[in-house]
């Protein structure tokens, strides 16, 4: 956490879940010189303002602003150190209704960020990536493939400045929003759980494990790697027992776009990948992946695909059940608590 002492640090979409949990570590850990809270929503923002307030942390700051918007980017970027991009749409259904809006944010967004980045001198970017970008089959997928490729390939047009690209690429997190847990808890009610397939199966990650692996990549970063962690899987079906261990399954179809099991490397990437005991890190350059090995990577075997349904790791029914119970009610807590107007600093 040191990394980010009397740092000034932007996070673009910083209010989502994500950036709010980022916002929340790196002020309870970290003395940064700013924090730039960076997103269109002004709603979203005022309500973030009143748990997180400038009054009490100086070094917050709101800025309203979309990265459609390069113009606007250049202005904020002024000063900053590290850039946190984690502003996207994400929805896989609307994105294959309004793919237009979709390129324009997450393609023609990371574009913007690039330039800006690269126009006011920014030290570190991390952009945040999906499964879904790897071997995309939807259109979100294919705009998050295409903003990893434009980050990574940024540090060819930085190769004479100070500006560094990396890209950080999880599957599902537990307890953001959208996650299939509080959708689950209020079905349980009516003794009924949707299962789109009962072969499907997703890598895991918590929101608190998914901050502090940025952040270490933010550290061991060198420029145009994607950073993957060692995360666990489950069984959709496993969930739905630690959910509602007395509801019954009923199998309702895989929507548009979605896969049987989550891949977060591709057996093409992992030509390029070297291994450590916490994550994978995908380096196409021979200098820098020869750095890596090094540094007691491994390079991956021949054929290597890391995906959810061959992974070597697995979260057990009680496992499940327990982490579930931590996030539900962390989930029912903060949501209550906004509805009441009672939120703690």
Known sequence: ?????????????????????????????????????????????????????????????????????????????????????????????????????????????????????????????????????????????????????????????????????????YGNVLGSRGSVVPFFKERVSTGVLPITDKRMTRFWITLDQSVYFVLESLGRMKGGEIFVPRIPSMKITDLAKAVGPKCKQEVVGIRPGEKIHEMLISEDEARNAVGFKDCFVVQSDPHLKAALLKGKGKLCDEGFCYNSGDNDSWLSVPQLHKLVDQIADDYTIERSRWAMGDIPE
């Open 1 to 169: 956490m040191s990394l980010l002492n009397n740092k000034t640090v932007l996070v673009t979409g910083a209010t989502g879940s994500f950036g709010k949990k980022f916002v929340q570590i790196a002020l309870a850990h970290a003395k940064p010189k700013k924090l730039i809270v960076f997103s269109r929503d002004e709603l979203k923002q005022f309500e973030m303002a009143q748990k997180f307030n400038p009054a009490k942390h100086p070094c917050l700051e709101y800025v309203l602003g979309d990265v459609r918007d390069i113009a606007r980017l250049r202005r904020v970027f002024k000063g900053v150190d590290y850039v946190i991009h984690a502003a996207a749409l994400k929805q896989v259904p609307a994105a294959e209704r309004n793919p237009d809006e979709y390129i324009k944010t997450n393609v023609q967004g990371a574009m913007n960020i690039i330039e800006a980045a690269l126009d006011c001198g920014v030290e570190k970017v991390v952009a945040l990536s999906t499964d879904k970008a790897c071997n995309p089959i939807n259109l979100y997928g294919a705009t998050k493939l295409c903003s990893d490729k434009l980050f990574t390939a940024a540090n060819i047009y930085s190769s004479h400045g100070k500006t560094r690209f990396s890209v950080v690429r």
